[in-house]
T-cell receptor, first 112, second 112 residues
Framework: QKEVEQDPGPLSVPEGAIVSLNCTYS??????FMWYRQYSRKGPELLMY????GNKEDGRFTAQVDKSSKYISLFIRDSQPSDSATYLC????????????FGKGTLLTVNP | DTAVSQTPKYLVTQMGNDKSIKCEQN?????MYWYKQDSKKFLKIMFS???????INETVPNRFSPKSPDKAHLNLHINSLELGDSAVYFC???????????FGSGTRLTVV
């Protein structure tokens, strides 16, 4: 079993839809959870960051972490065509020698 | 002013050649990384340096050799290039890891 599992999609939704992206993981030592957005031919950019379990909201984006189920989610409300990108979950154990383990990414297309 | 810059952006070379990719960050971060992203978008860590010291060395062929002349620079040298080395190589940096990584825009390496 891979440490981080993410459905690669692709996922296609109409503009204005609510999008749900998720990852599962097997390593209970993970404490820091992130979502990155990667546009075509660009580097990943940090979108959301969460420590341990709980929810975090930033504008149209909400990140949820459920450590008991080893499950994390990213919700996008009122999705826009500009949200079309690959979304990568990432997580780490923390500490100063910091290594991020990524999911395979989900390709999202928001159709106008 | 680009935070993490990589050169070159594109590299096309023949099998058996030796090539280098350069990375520089102006964020004052202590830790720098090389990640490889394959054709299926999977990001996998290769190396990490903390203040010029190698701290992560994943299972990477020893044809790959990182070098960090100072904490703002991390270069990647690849000897005897093979077809399977074709990928996008990303440099990234972080400060303590808690705030996530800042990625460069990637170097697209094609071995023919």
């Amino acid at each position: 079993q891979k440490e981080v599992e993410q459905d690669p999609g692709p996922l296609s939704v109409p503009e204005g839809a609510i999008v749900s992206l998720n990852c599962t993981y097997s390593n209970s030592a993970f404490q820091y959870f992130m979502w990155y957005r990667q546009y075509s031919r660009k580097g990943p950019e940090l979108l959301m960051y969460t420590y341990s379990s709980g929810n975090k909201e930033d504008g149209r984006f909400t990140a949820q972490v459920d450590k008991s189920s080893k499950y994390i989610s990213l919700f996008i409300r009122d999705s826009q065509p500009s949200d079309s990108a690959t979304y990568l979950c990432a997580m780490s154990r923390g500490g100063s020698n910091y290594k991020l383990t990524f999911g395979k990414g989900t390709l999202l297309t928001v159709n106008p | 002013d680009t935070a993490v810059s990589q050169t070159p952006k594109y590299l096309v070379t023949q099998m058996g050649n030796d090539k280098s990719i350069k990375c520089e960050q102006n964020l004052g971060h202590d830790t720098m990384y090389w990640y490889k992203q394959d054709s299926k978008k999977f990001l996998k860590i290769m190396f990490s340096y903390n203040n010029k010291e190698l701290i992560i060395n994943e299972t990477v062929p020893n044809r790959f050799s990182p070098k960090s002349p100072d904490k703002a620079h991390l270069n990647l040298h690849i000897n005897s290039l093979e077809l399977g080395d074709s990928a996008v190589y990303f440099c990234a940096s972080s400060q303590g890891g808690k705030d996530g990584y800042t990625f460069g825009s990637g170097t697209r390496l094609t071995v023919v």
